[in-house]
Every structure is written in structure tokens, then in C-alpha cells.
């Protein structure tokens, strides 16, 4: 039967792309966990059958989903994982491992080099290797960085993958929160069963996909297949995944646990529509068909959701990586038009405000998982405001051209300084107040 490979076996993966090939006749899923193996001895436990909690406001469903047939954990079984990459009926390889995962810490590009070098020796055929995390270009930036780590090891190996392997840019979408006790004890209330590997989801869900694929694909029923994702993806992370973004460290830092709390606050919610409409669909090219204004509503009415219960602090983590893909593309766009990205700027000071104080407005600790906030914290040394030039030094964030635009660090600088003096709540009231 021919297969899909998906590295990284986590909630949005088995409520996404599995989701989506349980609708697909004839392919199955072998899912490589490259961390953790938790998941993959649930999964194993449970013959590979699990749920999505399907929940929207008052109503829930929960859908069996058995896409999934192997599970195997790199850590513990290197051998079996490569094996599974060079297999003649894998066709095609999928990837949800995180933004941080593709930096040289990470070992998921150690383990698809070796799955292509033992492919390329068994000569097992074409290939279609799948970035389905929010990268922006993720198909050729995965490229490079798989055909970069190749010629270092062999430039016939990079030569074989240029030829022979595509990485087709994708959009995913579907808000995926953590499941709780509730959720499988709702779970199991549902279908008499108990599933440690459920996952909930909201209703929505959305693929879209660069149609190359050398090796054949499953149908993936509902997918959107098309010449250039770009359009797609710029909407998708710049109005959700950066409105998403801002809500999260303005939510925190005013006190609410989750996102629907936040976006139900009058200014957070004037703060997210303003930061859509003025700042973000300025910069946007439609999609074909798509009317965008309608897009952000449906993106905000997603977001209102009570019942996906999606913790700010799960949207805030690793935002170091994250805001320069979902706010400061925006903020780059709207000053090279001669605008001022107000929203976008206030967001970036919510965050580096939530990361290297890591108090909200009464003072009590705020959820702060990122890889550079202890960095962060050290250049910022309690006061982001007084120590900007330091963390504008962070050229990883905010690159070479941000730092000496002095009218993104003025307004940057004076946002900081008021959410220190006046509060998260008081700025923002104040602000979009009209």
C-alpha cells in the first residue's frame, strides 16, 4: 500500500494531515515521533485508533481516525525510521515538527538526509517531501536546508535529491489547542472509550498545497491544489497566525488565561480588528475567490470560540521565532508604503514586554516559553525601554534594516515605556479608543 511518512507525531498533525488522508482510499500513514515517544506508546496502545474532539461553543463530536498504522520513535529506533523513509511505497513525506525544530539543534534534518541517502542507495524513486509548519516559503526553505545539509555530507547526494525529491509549499490551518482531563474524560463520554491520544480541534479546517508530486499523492479530499501558495500563506500568518500572536501577549499580559477571553475584551478586540483591517490587508494580495475582509471576520468568529478553551500561553511560546514571520513581515511592508504599522508595532511590544519582564499588569508571572527569552531577559535587564538598542541587537528577530528606521524604534521605544508606566490595559484602551 503506498504510504505517507509524517515526522512529528503531535495534535495538529493527527488532527490535520491524518484527518485529511483518513479521507484518502488506499494510503496509510507512518508517523516517525522525532522526540518524545508519549504519544507513539498511546497510539501503539490503542492500535493506532484515536479521536478528534470536534468542539464548537455548546457542541461536540468526537471523530475516529485511523489513518495512522505505524509509530516509530527516532530516538530509540534510528534504524526502522530511515528504513521507512527509503521505502519504495513511501511516496510521500509530510513534516509538523515546529519552527524551531529546522535549526541546526534540531535533528529532523539529520534524520531526512539519512532517509534520502539510504533512499537514493535502494533506489527507490520519487519523492514529495511536505513543510506543513508556519515557515514562510516553507517548500523551497525546507529545499535549501535539506540540499545545503546534503551537499555537506555527499554532492552526489544533493545532486540526487535536486533531481529527484520536490518540496511542494503548503498552507495549513486549524486551530488545534491542548486536550485536557476534560477533554478525554468528554471523549471517552462520547464513544465509551478511553483515548489517551485524542486531540480537539475546532470545525474548521484548511490545506492548501503546491501540486507537485512526483511519486502520485492521496486525494486528500477538501485540499486545495494549486500553482502558488504564496497569497494563501501570507494571509493565513499574517491575519490569523499574527492577530493570533498578539492576542496572546496582550491577553496575558492583561490577565486572561485564554484566547476567546481576550478577543471578548472591547480593546484587545478593537486592538485585533484594527491590527487585521489597517495594518495587515494592506499588505495582502487576495487569493483568488477570496474576499479578505470576509476571511478575517470568519478568522475572528474562529478565534471567539469558548469551547476550544486555547490557552494564550500555548500561542505566546517560542515567539522569538514566531513574530518575525507574523508581525514583522507586516510592519516591514506598511513602513516600505510609507505607513505606520501602529497595531503591529504594539503587538511587538506586548511581546517583548511578556518575554523579558514576564509580569502582567498586577504583577504577577506570565507563561514565557521561548528559546531566546533568557537572552532577551539579559539584554533587556528589567526594562525593555531603556535597554531597546540592545535588544534591537538581536538581528536574528529583527534583522539588519528594522533596528535603524527610526520610525518603527521611536514607536517601538514609546510603547515599551507606556506598557512599563501605565499598563497593558490602559495602552490599549487608550489607543483604540476611538
Known amino acids: 500500500m503506498p504510504s505517507v511518512v509524517h515526522v512529528g507525531l503531535g495534535a495538529f498533525h493527527r488532527a490535520h494531515q491524518a484527518v485529511y488522508t483518513q479521507d484518502s482510499p488506499g494510503w496509510r500513514i507512518r508517523a516517525i515521533a522525532p522526540r518524545s515517544g508519549t504519544v507513539a506508546g498511546a497510539l ?3 492500535g493506532h485508533r484515536y479521536h478528534v474532539l470536534v468542539r464548537e461553543h455548546g457542541r461536540a463530536e468526537a471523530v475516529p481516525v485511523s489513518a495512522i498504522t505505524e509509530t516509530l520513535h ?21 513534516l509538523t515538527v515546529t519552527e524551531k525544530a529546522y535549526t541546526p539543534a534540531g535533528d529532523v534534518l539529520g534524520l531526512l538526509v539519512d532517509g534520502l541517502a539510504a533512499r537514493r542507495a535502494a533506489e527507490a524513486g520519487p519523492l514529495a517531501v511536505v513543510c506543513c509548519d508556519n515557515l514562510p516559503g516553507n517548500g523551497p526553505t525546507l529545499a535549501r536546508l535539506v540540499l545545503a545539509a546534503c551537499a555537506a555530507r555527499d554532492e552526489g547526494l544533493a545532486g540526487w535529491v535536486e533531481s529527484g525529491v520536490a518540496f511542494p509549499a503548503t498552507v495549513v490551518d486549524r486551530i488545534v489547542p491542548a486536550a485536557t482531563e476534560a477533554d478525554h474524560t468528554l471523549v471517552e463520554a462520547l464513544t465509551g472509550e478511553r483515548d489517551r491520544a485524542a486531540v480537539v480541534a475546532e ?3 484548511q490545506w492548501v498545497l503546491q501540486d507537485r508530486f512526483p511519486g502520485g499523492r492521496p486525494a486528500w479530499p477538501g485540499a486545495v491544489f494549486t500553482a502558488d501558495v504564496t497569497p494563501y500563506e501570507r494571509a493565513k500568518i499574517r491575519v490569523l497566525n499574527g492577530v493570533h500572536s498578539a ?21 484587545l478586540g478593537r486592538l485585533a480588528e484594527r491590527l487585521a483591517l489597517e495594518d495587515v490587508l494592506p499588505t495582502l494580495t487576495p487569493p483568488d475567490g477570496v474576499d479578505l475582509r470576509e476571511y478575517t471576520a470568519t478568522v475572528l468568529g474562529r478565534m471567539r470560540n469558548p469551547a476550544l478553551r486555547h490557552r494564550c500561553a500555548q500561542v505566546a511560546a517560542d515567539g522569538s521565532l514566531k ?15 510609507g505607513a505606520v504599522p501602529r497595531w ?7 511581546w517583548l514586554r511578556h518575554v523579558t519582564v514576564g509580569l502582567d499588569d498586577a504583577g504577577r508571572p506570565v507563561e514565557a516559553a521561548d528559546p531566546g527569552a533568557a537572552r532577551l531577559a539579559r539584554r533587556a535587564a528589567g526594562n525593555p525601554a531603556a535597554n531597546l538598542g540592545r535588544l534591537l541587537g538581536e538581528r536574528a528577530v529583527f534583522g539588519d534594516d528594522l533596528p535603524g528606521h527610526r520610525g518603527f524604534t521611536d514607536l517601538l521605544h514609546a510603547d515599551l515605556r507606556d506598557l512599563a508606566r501605565h499598563g497593558a490595559g490602559t495602552v490599549i484602551r487608550r489607543e483604540t479608543t476611538p
Not at 74 to 93: M, Y
Not at 326 to 336: C, H, K, P
Open 203 to 205: 470545525p474548521y479546517r
Open 323 to 337: 513574530v518575525p514571520i507574523r508581525l514583522l513581515g507586516t510592519v516591514r511592508d506598511r513602513l516600505a508604503a
Open 74 to 94: 527516532a530516538p530509540t529506533q534510528r534504524a526502522e525510521a530511515v528504513a521507512a523513509l527509503a521505502d519504495p511505497d513511501t511516496r510521500v513525506v509530510t
Open 344 to 350: 503591529a508595532v504594539l503587538a511587538v511590544a506586548a
Open 44 to 46: 501503539r496502545a490503542q
Open 247 to 267: 492576542l496572546a501577549y496582550t491577553g496575558a499580559l492583561t490577565g486572561h488565561e485564554r484566547i476567546d477571553q481576550a478577543l471578548a475584551d472591547p480593546a
